[in-house]
């Protein structure tokens, strides 16, 4: 793993955007701005970011894209990834420890601090994915650039596929598990794909 994708920086003003503020309009007390602070710090060492990725050449007939022994059946999925030579798969998550301290805090009635935390861990995860695409794009040979991710759940690509594809990833060796819901733990994980296309840049 590259030490890079795990250096998680979490900004103040992300962490704001995730709670629901304006940065440039919403005012924030002292004592909030203080707690949002603190709170990035101590879960910076919380943190314990692993991720899975797995690439396929594209091969897609009718709609359906066909990653190995893996399909995905979905026009959204297929539109996305039309002008791309390689799939490349994406599992992620920054580990058990931030929902522990959820819970503890939901649990002595901390709300506040507890809404917190859970922004601070919905950035995390997100920046982790970013450093992860940013990541397999720099390493690609050639003028290639990612397009945008696409998980199971949106558009046309049913949640359910969620088994399969997390399968396909690897993703139980990173500690990833999937509830009957189709729900991942830990709560801060994501599954995408994205398309590499040539000449982007």
């Known amino acids: ?27 924030i007390a002292d004592n909030i701005k203080a707690s949002i602070v603190e709170s990035i710090e101590f879960a910076k060492k919380l943190l314990k970011p692993k991720y899975a990725v797995s690439f396929a050449e594209k091969k897609i007939k009718d709609d359906k894209i066909f ?5 995905i059946d979905s026009s959204d999925v297929s539109k996305l990834l039309d002008g791309s030579e390689t799939v490349c798969g994406v599992a992620a998550t920054i ?27 919905s950035v995390a995860i997100e920046e982790l994915m970013d450093n992860i695409c940013e990541d397999v794009q720099n390493k690609s ?27 396909w990833l690897g993703a139980e060796k990173i500690g990833i598990v999937l509830s009957e819901s189709c729900q991942m733990f ?9 398309g590499l296309e040539k000449g982007m840049l």
């Open 1 to 27: 793993m590259s030490k890079k994708i795990l250096d998680l920086k979490i900004d103040y003003n992300d962490v704001l955007v995730r709670m629901g503020a304006n940065k440039h309009k919403t005012k």
């Open 95 to 121: 580990g058990n420890s931030i929902d522990d301290k959820i819970d503890l805090l939901l649990k002595e009635k901390k709300l506040a601090l507890s809404y917190i935390y859970d922004a601070i861990g």
């Open 67 to 71: 990653l190995d022994n893996f399909i």
């Open 141 to 167: 040979n050639g003028n290639i650039k990612a397009t945008r991710r696409f998980s199971p759940g949106y558009g046309d690509w049913p949640i359910n596929h969620q088994k399969e594809f997390l399968k």
């Open 186 to 194: 830990p709560r801060k994980s994501v599954s995408a794909i994205f």
